[in-house]
């Protein structure tokens, strides 16, 4: 079979990619040339076509193995691979070091320069470091408005939000944010916001009191698919990240608190607007995990999420940054 030159598998540009996987018990590998899992069911093995150049990242949870051959076929294709434990939810290692979800980025193309310098260029200035983590806040409040008032929320999934008073937690956030004057103080508004944003959507649906729990420590589905789906936006996150060459360490926010903290940033801009709000409608649908990551995958693609991310980054980085010379 005549072998594929690596520029014929990145055609489909990144943001346009249809495809997260999240892959257990299964082994991966290349058969005739595709990339596949490989699953046993009964006394039968059943192979599943992974169709890598419009996939934009696959995360492996508990009981999988993948070959060489694989990943050199997935470096190809712009392919990123997170590790991660059951559900998608973090995994945790034998020894003290706790890794949330470790990524494995393709090494096989040059990537650009232009907005790694100009992130660089203001990314140790405190103050302008300050400004970008102001900016991607208000992006993320943006993406909130637009998605939990949208028709098709309301349509689709009867997610009737009682609007004056979303409106007016935004509204109060973005007024807090112009008085923020480190990030600590940003990330406080942060879990401010999303105190009532938890209390928000568990009202809209009906689904009791609710507390929420991290680290997959919550045993509640809502608690459960929130997790879920977080990962699946840190996969997305990762994607942006390395589509545009920043390394994950150089975050605006999350930086002294999370090794690989940009990543963190960047799915916080969708994760409120598109996850929160599917975890509380799936948990009372009764839906399975793999309904529920249906859900996000679908929404994500909808709401061109990825997109999102780059653009964020792409506009951060002109507003505050500069190329160096």
Not at 71 to 90: D, I, N, Q, Y
Not at 104 to 118: D, G, N, V
Not at 154 to 177: D, G, H, M, V, W
């Amino acid at each position: 079979m005549k072998s594929l030159k690596s520029s014929d598998l990145k055609t489909i540009l990144h943001s346009k990619r249809a495809n997260i996987y999240y892959l257990e018990h299964c082994r991966i590998l290349v058969n005739g040339g595709r990339v596949e899992y490989l699953t046993d069911q009964s006394k039968q093995s059943l192979y599943w076509n992974i169709p890598i150049a419009n996939t934009t990242c696959l995360l492996l949870g508990t009981g999988t193995s993948i070959t060489q051959a694989v990943m050199r076929e997935l470096a190809k294709a712009g392919v990123l691979v997170g590790f991660c434990g059951g559900g998608g939810t973090p995994l945790f290692s034998a020894s003290e070091v706790q890794v949330d979800v470790a990524w494995l980025a393709p090494q096989s193309e040059y990537r650009p320069t232009e907005y790694l310098q100009r992130w660089v260029s203001f990314w140790f200035k405190d103050d302008k470091r300050l400004a970008a983590a102001k900016l991607f806040q208000l992006i993320r409040l943006g993406q909130i408005e637009k998605h939990w008032l949208s028709a098709r929320m309301k349509r689709e999934n009867n997610f009737q939000i009682n609007k004056p008073q979303l409106e007016s937690l935004l509204q109060t956030i973005r007024s807090a944010l112009d008085h923020c004057k480190n990030t600590n103080e940003v990330l406080a508004q942060e879990a401010r916001l999303a105190k009532v944003l938890y209390k928000l959507a568990a009202n809209t649906v009906s689904y009791g009191k609710f507390t929420r729990s991290h680290q997959s420590s919550g045993t509640d589905f809502a608690n459960r698919f929130l997790d879920h789906g977080n990962y699946l936006a840190y996969g997305l996150g990762a994607t942006a990240a390395w589509v545009l060459g920043l390394p994950h360490g150089l975050a605006v926010l999350h930086g002294k608190t999370r090794r690989g903290g940009l990543v963190f940033d960047l799915a916080d801009l969708v994760k409120d607007a598109l996850v929160l709000p599917q975890a509380f409608i799936a948990a009372m649908a009764g839906d399975s995990e793999q309904d529920f990551r249906h859900r996000c995958i679908e929404n994500f693609n909808r709401s061109e999420a990825l997109d999102v991310m780059i653009e964020s980054i792409k506009s951060v980085s002109l507003d505050l940054g500069e190329v160096l010379k």
